[in-house]
């Protein structure tokens, strides 16, 4: 793939990563509204703020195989279509259990999203430059609730929540025209799938210690950035008492700021590794950083000062930026081009669980202490779990070998020493 195809790509994958995170937080924006005309306590919108991602969770290990025995961009496009299309249905949506349905279907289609990303980064990208094209995706991601919490703030406010999801779903289709228009035809996702197009097995992957440190640590910071993706706006609408367009603008805020801090992350950690740092050592030190410094979000919470609190949530969400931009870049590393969409399928899918966690739990915590401050308390515990992953079950060593490629090294090394 030559230079200006990969940027291009990649372009476009920060544009529909964006999407994706807008239609995934969407529900969140029109909370209070929403809950108000279908008579939904805490408890319920709990509920319906995790059903995305059972779905989600749960269809992950099918992506992540699927992206290795498929044109990943088609298989893409596809998902495309359907998550979007879940998005524009939910504004017909009359009950509870109906906008549930669909938000198992939004899961669905959502769930191919980082096993394709992955694959292509990893295959397409050279190592140098995977900090920067993660970081610029995952920029994407937290731009993208910025854009949804700020924009799908004031349409809610103005034109009532139905309307939110029938210009996110329809509108985000317009996407799809250059993205089939640029795919290659007839031919798989990347040149280098065709070179070993299983690799690993999933039970070789789940061997791994360094796995499940990753695992650990997203687990826990997708706790935290689920809490903050899908309770924040409620947050401050019931307990700052923002109005809905003091909440669409203030809001929006702490999503800029881990947009910033990942693209300036991204690009800081490969510039280490230019000046010979290990990409291991590096990012997962920078992403450790980042989880324990996204600690201040509870001393945020206890303060009254509503532009102090919002500077202080903003400043945790700046560090939790430094752990977003590195976490896929490690996976990445570790397990190389031919494990790195099944190793991504696998850990977002166990990472992801804190997607139903989250919502559920807080939901739980508002209705039964009618507060959020215990809700903060066990995000910040996650952040230290997972910086402590890290640092103390990830190791340094990358890639790892898999399969042939580590008999072949083992018998070159063998048959050096004969010599």
Known sequence: MTARRQWVLLALLVVSIGINYIDRSNLSVAATDLSRELSLGPGDLGRLLSAFFWSYAVFLLGAAWLVGRC??????????????????????????????????????G?????????????????????????????????????????????????????????????????????WFAMIPRGQRATEAATLEPAGPSFWEIAKKRDFWGTVVALFCGNYAWYFILTWLPAYLETERHFSKTMMAVYGSIPYWGIAIASITSGWFSDRLIERGGSAVR????????????????????????????MALMTAG??????????????TQTLGGPSAAGKWTGMQNCLGNLAGIAAPWLTGLIVEKTGQFFLAFVA???????????????????????WGAEARRNRGLLYSGGNH
């Open 110 to 178: 959502e769930s191919m999203a980082y096993p394709a990303y992955s694959r292509m980064i990893a295959c397409d990208f050279p190592a140098r430059h995977r900090g920067l094209a993660n970081s610029a995706i995952d920029a994407g991601a937290k731009a993208g609730p910025a854009l949804g919490t700020l924009v799908g703030g004031l349409i809610v406010a103005r034109l009532g929540w139905r309307y939110l999801f029938y210009f996110l779903g329809f509108g985000a289709m317009l996407w799809l025209a250059p």
């Open 317 to 330: 969400c700046l560090a939790y930026g430094l752990f977003s931009s590195n976490c896929w870049a490690i």
């Open 282 to 309: 590096v990012r997962k030190t920078l992403a450790a950083s980042g989880l324990l410094l996204a600690t201040l979000v509870l001393p945020a919470n206890l303060l009254t000062n509503q532009v102090a609190a």
């Open 71 to 108: 044109n990943v961009y088609l298989v893409y496009g596809l998902a495309f279509v359907v998550w979007s299309a879940a998005t524009a249905l939910m504004g017909f949506a009359h009950s509870l259990s109906g906008l549930f349905a669909l938000r198992l279907v939004l899961g669905m």
């Open 379 to 401: 995000v910040c515990v996650c952040l230290v779990i997972g910086a402590c992953s890290y640092l103390f079950v990830v190791g340094n060593a990358a890639p790892i070998e």
